[in-house]
């Protein structure tokens, strides 16, 4: 039976390796949600993660199966509202609504803390995770924001990139 809670200091080395297999490299190229061809390098490291984890207005929820962890995402209070970031489900398990599972999950962590609304950050060039949020309720604020071209924490671009801002009200 599926689980969804939150991440602890010991999940590191495994969130780190689900992350990364998700959007970078031979292996995110499974799924649907690769990044590999618009970033060379990682998409996160231990030291990043555990930064995270020990903020006190953060939280990793992890999605997990039969003590097999499948799929994580990033959640931070920003003022009024959720910020979600690293919605990560496993290449080889991706379109089988686990990401789906995380969302709503994401989303009613949200409504328990009285947030405003759940935004995000996304990269103009991935239409299909756009069309993907749009689906369920998310929409463009019009809002745009600086891509960490110089930053190897983030990747390392292969082309002039930017954010913009997705948002769902609660």
């Given at each position: 039976m599926p689980q969804i809670?939150?991440?602890?200091?010991?999940?590191?080395?495994?969130?780190?390796?689900?992350?990364?297999?998700?959007?970078?490299?031979?292996?995110?190229?499974?799924?649907?949600?690769?990044?590999?061809?618009?970033?060379?390098?990682?998409?996160?490291?231990?030291?990043?993660?555990?930064?995270?984890l020990a903020r006190a207005d953060a939280t990793i929820l992890k999605y997990e199966e039969d003590g097999q962890l499948l799929g994580c995402v990033y959640l931070e209070r920003k003022g009024t509202d959720l910020y979600l970031g690293m919605l990560t489900v496993s290449p080889d398990l991706q379109a089988k609504g686990i990401g789906r599972q995380l969302l709503a999950?994401?989303?009613?962590?949200?409504?328990?803390?009285?947030?405003?609304?759940?935004?995000?950050?996304?990269?103009?060039?991935?239409?299909?995770?756009?069309?993907?949020?749009?689906?369920?309720?998310?929409?463009?604020?019009?809002?745009?924001?600086?891509f960490p071209m110089d930053d190897p924490r983030f990747g390392l671009p292969r082309q002039p990139l930017s954010f913009i801002v997705l948002e769902k009200s609660l």
């Open positions: 809670y939150p991440a602890a200091e010991g999940d590191i080395s495994l969130l780190n390796q689900l992350i990364n297999s998700a959007y970078r490299g031979d292996s995110s190229r499974r799924g649907w949600t690769t990044e590999a061809d618009l970033l060379d390098g990682i998409r996160t490291d231990e030291d990043s993660l555990r930064t995270m999950a994401a989303e009613a962590f949200a409504r328990d803390r009285q947030c405003r609304a759940v935004t995000m950050t996304v990269i103009p060039l991935r239409h299909e995770l756009i069309a993907w949020y749009e689906r369920r309720g998310y929409r463009a604020t019009g809002e745009t924001r600086p």
